[in-house]
């Protein structure tokens, strides 16, 4: 699997959840199915429900939410779009 393209740097590893969340929002979907093959379907959807990133657009989450990850519960949108206000605490 060559994505160094996708990679925002050459010091990530290939198993952190940012990583898992930049070949999911910009990745193919040849990296997508490869990165899912390599590590498991159930540990990039657990590492994309327990890190979010805030760097999906709406019409994005939806896709790979519904039919990437196949995720049915419903998640927080606001954790996730990149355009949803911060919370802060």
Request: proline fraction near 6%; hydrophobic fraction near 35%.
């Amino acid at each position: 699997m060559d994505t160094r393209r996708t990679w925002y740097s050459s010091k990530s590893k290939p198993t952190s959840a940012d990583t898992i969340h930049q070949v999911l929002m910009f990745g193919t979907l040849y990296e997508i199915k490869s990165i899912k093959n390599s590590m498991g379907e159930n540990v990039v959807r657990r590492l994309f429900l327990t890190h979010p990133k805030k760097i999906y657009t709406l019409p994005a989450l939806n896709f790979i939410k519904n039919f990437i990850l196949h995720i049915t519960d419903p998640v927080d949108e606001q954790k996730y779009l990149k355009y949803a206000p911060r919370h802060i605490r």
